[in-house]
Structure formats: C-alpha cells, structure tokens
C-alpha cells in the first residue's frame, strides 16, 4: 500500500513552465509505476504520462508529448512532471496514481492508489 501526495501545481501563463511532484507520505514508490493523470471541469480523467517501477520507461498522451516530462527518483521516494509550453488547455487537477502492475496502462481504473490531486491554471 502506498499514499500519495501532490505538490507543485498553480496558475501559469500560456507558453510557462510548472513542476508537478508527487512524494510517498506512506509506503515505498520503487514498487510501483507511477501515471499522471488530469481532470479538467466537466471531462473524464484522462491519461498524462506514465513511468516505470525503476524510472526508465515512460510513455505519454499524445497532447503532452514533447512537453512533459515525467521523472522517477525512487531513493527521494518521489515522481515529478515537469510542465513545458504549457496551454490554457492544460488547466486541470493532475493526479499521480501507483499501479503495482508491469503492464503499461493509461486506463485510470487500472491504478489503486491515488493522490489528492493539485490544481493547475494556465492563463491564455
């Protein structure tokens, strides 16, 4: 079991840059591949980015790609999404998700363990 807790988000201009991290309060991240995924008001949760139990395999939204950066260092416990030429239609809450699985989901129904979600804006 593991809990997860984000940090990073809030209000960005068009073409700014955030960094999302997402810290184990409990439990240890190195046993699970961590996905971000994000909410905007009236939508589905929907896939961001995903990495690996150690850190080298990630995959991403095609609405992200080239933008984001997801990273895992798992002797800080901690997964980080770094947020580049970001868009007003990035605002959204993002959520970090553990999956115990090797598989590579993007489905959010796949991944147990969820954090509170932080809040990011992006103005045009």
């Known amino acids: 079991q593991v809990e997860l807790v984000e940090s990073g988000g809030g209000l960005a201009q068009a073409g700014g840059s955030l960094r999302l991290s997402c810290a184990a309060a409990?439990?240890?991240?190195?046993?699970?591949?961590i996905g971000w995924f994000r909410q905007a008001p009236g939508k589905e949760r929907e896939f961001v980015a995903r990495?690996?139990?150690?850190?080298?395999?990630?995959r991403y939204a095609e609405t992200v790609k080239g933008r984001f950066t997801i990273s895992k260092d798992n002797t800080k416990n901690t997964v980080s999404l770094q947020m580049n030429s970001l868009k007003p239609e990035d605002t959204a809450v993002y959520y970090c998700?553990?999956?115990?699985?090797?598989?590579?989901?993007?489905?959010?129904?796949?991944?147990?363990?969820w954090g509170q979600g932080t809040q990011v804006t992006v103005s045009p």
């Open positions: 409990a439990g240890t991240l190195s046993h699970y591949a």
């Open positions: 998700a553990a999956d115990s699985s090797t598989v590579s989901h993007a489905v959010a129904g796949r991944y147990a363990y």
């Open positions: 990495i690996s139990r150690g850190g080298v395999i990630s």
